[in-house]
């Protein structure tokens, strides 16, 4: 059987450095908004997660 | 001893029959394959054998004989967890998983299957044996055959709930359907395409009974399985934000749900809903409860 860890952040994907402190999960800093997506898109078929948007500026990576 | 030829075929081919009958790839889609086929006709086979012989058994003083109707409840409890594990098994690899509930009631279907095979059998042998005219068995065993499969006839979605279309829109990144916030879908394009090429339904409990029913995760993973294997979905796995999902609106107890199908066809969708079974493991009935009933007022 496949142990897979779910319901946890994968990835941050952030255009505001000052928006995560001290991350668990690793953070992209992207220059602009599409920079921001397209690396979140990217992330999101490497890790098969979903991607989340926090509204400040942060993208997030989730596994459902 | 007598001549049990003629109580034993008939009970025996009644029961067999019935069991063709049944083996259909129906709105479960499955089983949908030859080999499922072979496998339960075979067993249906033997159930209708367990259950013709015992007539000619019982007539020759044989009580001893009984212990194989035991012996076939045995099996066929052994038929409902193979056909758990065996969709448990593959589950997994769905694109929108039917959930355990749903697996559970369908082996319990397929268990329930074999003795309706077997009770056709004994009814056909026995009144066979007892008037000694097979026309007489075919119609007692395809009565009985008929009224035990008109009795378990589950109820469907429909019949419990009115089902209408539902608006898409987006409060910030959350899909809301009729006001109830599905997900969070942080792609831009993804947006897009719900919003142009989605379709969502919502789903009204007539009564107490029904929303309790339908709030069950179960039952709402049911549904969105059924819809999306009889509409196709447009999702593949590195894309969970097109997976279907079923949320309750906690203040009326409506389901709501949406979905990005290959046919976006909203008659269809709620067709869809409308016929998809109501679990066993999740029918409640509060209203029959006096608390439950004192509680709607």
């Known amino acids: 059987m496949d142990t897979v860890i779910k319901e946890t952040i994968l990835a941050i994907v952030t255009t505001d450095r000052e928006r995560v402190i001290h991350s668990a999960a ?17 992330l999101s078929k490497v890790t098969l997660g979903m991607v989340h948007d926090l509204e400040n500026g942060c993208l997030i990576i989730v596994k459902h | 001893m007598a001549d049990y030829g ?24 499955y089983p949908s394959f030859p080999r499922g086929y ?24 044989e009580y001893t004989a009984v212990t194989f109707l035991a012996l076939a409840a045995q099996q066929f409890r052994d038929i409902r967890s193979m056909e758990r594990d065996s969709l448990e098994s593959v589950d997994s690899t769905e694109l929108v998983p039917r959930g355990s ?42 009565a009985v055959f008929a009224g035990i499969v008109y009795s378990l006839k589950g109820e469907k979605v429909g019949d419990m709930a009115e089902v209408v279309e539902a608006k898409i829109e987006f409060d910030g990144p959350l899909l809301m359907v009729d006001g109830v916030a599905l997900m969070n879908i942080g792609h831009a394009k993804a947006r897009e395409k719900y919003l142009t090429r989605a379709i969502a339904v919502r789903i009204i409990p007539k009564d107490d009974n029904a929303r309790v029913t339908l709030g069950n995760v179960g039952q709402r993973q049911a549904l969105v399985h059924n819809a999306a294997t009889q509409l196709g979905i ?23 749900m949406a979905i990005f199908s290959m046919e976006p066809d909203i008659e269809c969708l709620i067709e869809a809903v409308k016929k998809t079974p109501v679990l066993e493991s999740s029918k409640r009935k509060p209203l029959d409860s006096p608390a439950g009933r004192k509680a709607s007022d």
Do not use: C, W
């Open chain 1, 26 to 42: 690793p953070v992209f800093y992207a220059g602009d908004e599409e920079e921001r997506e397209r690396v979140a898109l990217l």
């Open chain 2, 6 to 29: 003629r109580v034993l075929v008939s009970g025996l081919v009644l029961g067999s029959a019935g069991r063709l009958l049944l083996l259909r790839a129906d709105y479960r889609q």
């Open chain 2, 38 to 61: 072979v496998t339960h006709l075979v067993l249906g086979i033997i159930a209708a054998a367990l259950g013709a012989i015992a007539v000619p058994a019982l007539a020759e003083k």
């Open chain 2, 101 to 142: 509930d749903y697996i559970e009631d369908i082996a319990k279907t397929f268990e329930a299957r074999n003795y309706i095979a077997m009770v056709t059998a004994l009814s056909a042998s026995l009144v066979v044996y007892l008037s000694d005219s097979i026309a007489a068995g075919v119609l007692a065993g395809a």
């Open chain 2, 234 to 256: 447009r999702k593949d796995v590195d894309e969970p934000e097109f997976t279907p999902i079923a949320r309750r609106n906690t203040e009326s107890g409506d389901i709501v």
